[in-house]
């Protein structure tokens, strides 16, 4: 009965894949063709994250993703998306909106690129794609080739992760080796651990480490516990367990991300380290300092909805780099600037619903979350656009043994 429906039922019949209509084939063609035009965007645009001058310019065609994978989805006789997805990019352009109406259109100077890439990452999750694991594995192989080439032909020293060993603070990083792809190829190595293409889940791995990124590394580790969790114990691996699971999970990592200055401050003082706190956390202890003085003296009104997007950058460059764009290295941190506690709320509300569907979806979900601690990836379509891809997989891919993943 419906007065008897559990949520879990819900949410299964939410991931459940739609009925098939007359022309499934010809819908199932053009959705892989719009993924395919997404990956070839990813492809062409990846470099240009190396490159300067023109040729650094290329990296604005990864803007262009997230169009290509839902344009097919225009055409289509039985279209299907991601409600979940779907709301979020409604309700984040209506808050947008809202806040520069609200506020005469004096916005934070950050406030534009916030309002459009914010989108465009969420876009690339709204169609319901038909991802094929070719799609996962190319994106993969640019981002290795273009690794790769970086750590060949920079001018470096040693890698960042083991200059960091050796000295113990990040005064050994000014010669080391470090770069994005520490934060994309964790969940790469992830992906394919979880599908079995372990070859590939070892290079992703090494990239990792080569990245350089202390974050990506520890986020990697504990998705891999999540997957590992989530299939020895059958019983969590249900909708209503997993939905549990995340939201307790992305909870309690959004509270240690908005109170990182207090937890950070606290270890420093009780291992009674001599290394000075700043260089330890790579500037982001500054950073964090000057976003929750702010927050103190925030109204309330301001502390339930927010500042506005962008605001947090603002405030980084103006007090710390002389009005010049800062990011803040803390996306919850940024989240609760921007958008209060209503945004938190409903992020990880919706990151939930979304990263609910299978246990490797959990534990890419926990692997980004973890990496939103120390890092700016809500604005990075080149992090969120792979993630999108593998969903899209998953929601229809099967793993090596047959079994839905």
């Known amino acids: 009965m419906v007065g008897s429906m559990r949520v879990g039922d819900v949410v299964e019949r939410r991931i459940a894949p739609p009925r098939a209509p007359h022309n499934a084939d010809a819908d199932r063609a053009l959705s892989r063709l719009g993924v395919t035009g997404a990956v070839a965007f990813f492809a062409l645009g990846?470099?240009?994250?190396?490159?300067?001058?023109?040729?650094?310019?290329?990296?604005?065609?990864?803007?262009?993703?997230?169009?290509?994978l839902i344009a097919p989805h225009l055409y289509?006789?039985?279209?299907?998306?991601?409600?979940?997805?779907?709301?979020?990019?409604?309700?984040?352009?209506?808050?947008?909106?809202?806040?520069?109406?609200?506020?005469?259109?004096?916005?934070?100077?950050?406030?534009?690129?916030?309002?459009?890439?914010?989108?465009?990452?969420?876009?690339?999750?709204?169609?319901?794609?038909?991802?094929?694991?070719?799609?996962?594995?190319l994106m993969f192989w640019v981002i290795l080739v273009c690794s790769a080439l970086s750590f060949m032909f920079s001018a470096h020293g040693s890698i960042r992760l083991?200059?960091?060993?050796?000295?113990?603070?990040?005064?050994?990083?000014?010669?080391?080796?470090?770069n994005h792809e520490g934060l994309v190829a964790p969940l790469f190595a992830l992906f394919f651990h979880a599908v079995g293409a372990q070859l590939y889940a070892l290079a992703a791995v090494a990239i990792s480490v080569i990245g350089g990124k202390r974050i990506g590394l520890l986020a990697l580790v504990a998705g891999l516990l999540v997957l590992y969790t989530l299939r020895r114990v059958r019983?969590?691996?249900?909708?209503?367990?997993?939905?549990?699971?995340?939201?307790?999970?992305?909870?309690?990592?959004?509270?240690?991300?908005?109170?990182?200055?207090?937890?950070?401050e606290t270890f420093h003082r009780t291992l009674g380290l001599k290394v000075p706190i700043e260089e330890i956390m790579l500037g982001r202890h500054n950073l964090a300092r000057e976003i929750n003085r702010s927050l103190e003296v925030k109204p309330l009104l301001?502390?339930?909805?927010?500042s506005g997007p962008?605001?947090?950058?603002?405030?980084?460059?103006?007090?710390?780099?002389?009005?010049?764009?800062?990011?803040?290295?803390?996306?919850?941190?940024?989240?609760?600037?921007?958008?209060?506690?209503?945004?938190?709320?409903?992020?990880?509300?919706?990151?939930?619903?979304?990263?609910?569907?299978?246990?490797?979806?959990?534990?890419?979900?926990i692997t980004s979350a973890i990496v939103m601690m120390t890092d700016n990836v809500i604005i990075y379509v080149f992090f969120q656009l792979p993630i999108a891809v593998m969903l899209a997989y998953l929601r229809w891919g099967e793993g090596r043994d047959g079994t839905p993943l």
């Open 235 to 264: 019983r969590l691996d249900r909708a209503r367990s997993r939905i549990v699971l995340l939201l307790v999970a992305l909870s309690a990592i959004n509270a240690a991300s908005v109170n990182m200055l207090q937890i950070a």
């Open 302 to 306: 301001v502390q339930v909805f927010g």
């Open 76 to 137: 289509m006789d039985a279209s299907s998306v991601n409600r979940v997805a779907t709301s979020g990019l409604v309700l984040y352009a209506a808050s947008a909106f809202i806040f520069f109406v609200v506020n005469g259109g004096e916005v934070a100077h950050n406030f534009w690129i916030n309002a459009t890439l914010i989108p465009l990452a969420i876009l690339g999750f709204v169609p319901d794609a038909r991802a094929g694991r070719r799609h996962i594995e």
């Open 310 to 365: 962008g605001a947090a950058e603002s405030l980084a460059g103006d007090r710390l780099k002389n009005g010049a764009a800062y990011l803040p290295h803390n996306d919850w941190l940024k989240i609760r600037y921007d958008y209060g506690v209503a945004g938190s709320i409903l992020v990880i509300i919706g990151m939930t619903l979304v990263f609910s569907t299978s246990a490797v979806a959990v534990a890419l979900g």
């Open 162 to 178: 083991l200059a960091i060993l050796s000295s113990g603070t990040g005064t050994g990083l000014v010669d080391a080796y470090g």
């Open 46 to 68: 990846y470099p240009g994250l190396y490159l300067e001058g023109v040729l650094g310019q290329l990296r604005y065609l990864i803007y262009a993703a997230p169009f290509a």
